[in-house]
């Protein structure tokens, strides 16, 4: 699977960014992309990779890191293979690079967005979100 992000940039604490994440297949032993569970990861510079949101294939379950609920939405447009973050009110601790990963939707949305390097096969290769304060 080939998933694509865009939509990352430089704003000011208190702005908004929408985030998109493209998927397709790249061989035919791929699923159909709107048959896995897509989440959003950040890792800021000298940090470890983490869950910012996730949302199973259906979008009837999604999660948040307690740190971005009530400013990031997460959802999906199965028929154009399209995952977005709307992510408003950003403060620089939001700052990173984000990536968009897939898994196979097997679990519990929030075990799926915990343990990526367990539960996601598949990674694009991020994009920059910067906020200054």
């Known amino acids: 699977l080939r998933l694509v992000e865009s939509g990352g940039g430089t704003v000011q604490s208190g702005g908004s960014l929408r985030l998109s994440c493209v998927a397709s297949r790249l061989t035919p032993d791929d699923y159909d992309p709107g048959d896995y569970a897509i989440g959003w990861f950040r890792q800021a510079p000298g940090s470890e990779r983490h869950g910012v949101s996730c949302i199973s294939s259906t979008a009837k379950t999604t999660y948040y890191s307690d740190s971005v609920k009530g400013r990031f939405a997460i959802s999906r447009d199965n028929a154009n293979n399209a995952v977005y973050l709307q992510m408003n009110n950003l403060h620089s601790e939001d700052t990173g690079v984000y990536y968009c990963?897939?898994?196979?939707?097997?679990?519990?949305?929030?075990?799926?967005?915990?343990?990526?390097?367990?539960?996601?096969?598949?990674w694009g290769n991020g994009t920059q979100v910067t906020v200054s304060s």
């Open positions: 990963a897939a898994g196979i939707d097997y679990a519990n949305i929030q075990n799926l967005c915990l343990n990526p390097s367990i539960t996601m096969d598949h």
